[in-house]
């Protein structure tokens, strides 16, 4: 085979991986994605052209990276398809904070993630949702979309409306799109992540008790927020199919 014949079928093989990426089958990805860089480095051996053979590596150590990141979500999904855990926090307990809760969910995967609560309304639910938004532009690499599914504040729709779309221009810059949806007939507090992670909290996110002060610790590091009385079950969606 030629070096434009590899190439031509690196193209097709990876096209294949990015498509099995974006389906989120790891397994089936990793393989196209190591087949595809053999057949890409094959190809930089055989052209002459430098310029194309720079192109040719630079592509290689993307895909490396990514491969190496299915190879990660693959054994993550193996290890974790019948997983369910349950974490009970207490009234008044603390370190419990987002970041503990979500974080070890995050991986390079995660490009969207959906939260379905009908409580986003009041100025601390509006902040709690914020600090969600935080946590995942700061940890999730791939991160491209955020759904809100809540309800409209009967008393004040308008400001509620309004310090939404601000946290959805400000995440603009970050190149994340916040999508915001009402409805009047949302119950259920949920959160789903594209990598396949469901978080079910009583409470939503509005678990946290007010801070004692503007000035005291947890006011704004919600790992020193007292908590209320929740539980929290996560799942893996291979473990409830």
């Known amino acids: 085979m030629s070096g434009i014949g590899h190439e031509a079928a690196a193209v097709q093989v990876l096209t294949r991986a990015v498509q099995l990426d974006n389906e989120k089958k790891f397994s089936e990805a990793l393989a196209c994605y190591e087949q595809g860089i053999r057949l890409l480095l094959q190809a930089a051996k055989e052209v002459q052209d430098e310029s194309k ?4 590596r630079k592509k290689t150590e993307e895909y490396l990276s990514r491969a190496e990141a299915m190879k990660e979500a693959a054994a993550k999904q193996r290890t974790l398809a019948r997983t369910h855990t349950q974490i009970q926090i207490d009234a008044g307990a603390t370190g419990y904070s987002y970041k503990t809760i979500f974080e070890p969910l995050i991986d390079k995967t995660l490009s969207s993630a959906t939260v379905e609560d009908a409580y986003i309304r009041s100025t601390h639910q509006i902040y709690n949702f914020l600090q969600f938004c ?19 504040d009967p008393g004040d729709h308008r400001t509620q409306h309004s310090r939404l779309e601000e946290i959805q221009h400000s995440l603009k810059k970050h190149n994340v799109t916040l999508t915001i949806e009402y409805s009047d007939t949302i119950h259920d507090r949920e959160i789903r992540f594209d990598n396949g992670w469901i978080i079910k909290i ?5 678990y946290f008790r007010k801070a004692e002060g503007r000035f005291s610790l947890g006011w704004s590091d919600y790992h020193f927020r007292e908590c209320h009385q929740t539980t929290v079950d996560i799942f893996h969606q291979t473990s409830v199919k």
Do not use: N, P, Y
């Open 53 to 56: 053979r720079s192109h040719f």
């Open 134 to 152: 935080e946590l995942l532009v700061h940890k999730a690499e791939c991160l491209k979309l955020i759904v809100l599914q809540t309800t409209r």
């Open 202 to 206: 009583g409470r939503g996110l509005d």
